[in-house]
């Protein structure tokens, strides 16, 4: 059964229309005129319990709209939303007691507070049992790593120790939905991989279903199987996220060290796109030849000493989708 249930949903914005010039900023006083701007178009989804779902698009395509109107903070101008079986913005209290939401650039944590206060806070705000509460602390310390700052002020945290922090006081009260809004900006690379880590162990453990939004193309890789791809208010794409590098992915990279310096290297069933010395990196198409065909064709000619194969990074396979786009016979969306 679907926790998350979004059908047809439409949500415009009433956006005063400013004129140019001291005569227009005077006529826009006097007579104020207005333009309705829609944000999101006639979207609809599904999410199932204990899904980690990748929600991507480029800047204004309407993401954090979405998220705002599924916790409950928008109300939609049409369609319809239900999230584990509530209407958010008309029970947002209870909604509220279902979810947790973390924005990396915003924080829930009060800023001149030591942070083990702000965890205390929202024990009660939220009606944590005490058992519960410390059995959360001791597994977010033990995996966050939180005891190095939980009586640090806020303030005095850097990015990660923050991020960290906040994570976990989004799943003090037991969520079973978690909405992620660039969790990992600013981290460095260790600091990602922890943070990936955890939101795995969270989903694996708890079945806390994920939602995810993020322009860091390798945590949508590395924590989620699908993903819904907007552009312009409308949905792209909703389906497996091995689909699309399948269908758009096709380019491959045969990265191959030769003993010869490789000046006369021909590949018939590829094309050598870079050369750094004895280097060669040779692209080909996986539909039309194996790396193997590749490979052997090498061979007659050249010794080679090592080898790697590189597949497309989804970033660049997304990239190529917002400037192609899809046709509704190259992918199916789920609904």
Request: hydrophobic content about 40%; glycine content about 6%.
């Amino acid at each position: 059964m679907a926790i998350i249930e979004v059908e047809n949903v439409r949500k415009e914005f009433k956006i005063a229309k400013r004129e140019t010039g001291f005569m227009g900023a005077l006529k826009s006083v006097v007579n104020r005129q207005f333009v309705m701007k829609e944000a999101v178009k006639d979207i609809s989804f599904s999410i199932e319990k204990g899904e980690m779902v990748g929600y991507i698009g480029p800047n204004g395509a309407g993401k954090s709209t979405t998220i705002k109107m599924l916790t409950g903070i928008l109300v939609p101008t049409s369609g319809s939303i239900r999230v584990n079986g509530i209407i958010p913005y008309e029970n947002r209290k209870e909604n509220a007691k279902n979810i947790g939401v973390v924005f990396g650039q915003r924080t829930q944590l009060w800023w001149d507070l030591p942070t083990i206060e702000s965890f205390e806070l929202l024990k009660e705000i939220y009606r944590v049992p005490d058992v519960r509460y410390k059995e959360n602390m001791d597994t977010f310390t033990d995996i966050l790593g939180l005891g190095e700052f939980l009586n640090t002020p806020v303030r005095q945290l850097s990015l990660g120790q923050r991020m960290r922090a906040d994570i976990a006081a989004s799943l003090l009260h037991d969520p079973d939905i978690l909405f992620l809004d660039e969790p990992t900006i600013g981290l460095d690379v260790v600091a990602k991989e922890k943070m990936r880590e955890f939101i795995q162990e969270i989903n694996k453990l708890r079945n806390v279903t994920v939602i995810l939004t993020t322009h860091d193309m390798e945590d949508i890789e590395k924590l989620c199987t699908r993903m819904v791809l907007i552009d312009h208010g409308q949905k792209v794409y909703d389906g497996e996220i091995a689909s699309v590098k399948s269908r758009y992915g096709k380019m491959r990279t045969l990265i191959v060290d030769v003993e010869e310096n490789g000046i006369d290297l021909q590949v018939s069933n590829g094309e050598i796109c870079k050369e750094e010395g004895n280097r060669k990196w040779i692209r080909f198409n996986r539909d039309d030849y194996s790396a193997s065909d590749v490979i052997s064709q090498i061979t007659q000619t050249h010794n080679i000493t090592d080898l790697t194969v590189e597949e497309p990074e989804i970033e660049s396979i997304i990239s190529r989708i917002y400037q192609e786009g899809f046709t509704k016979e190259e992918v199916p969306v789920k609904v």
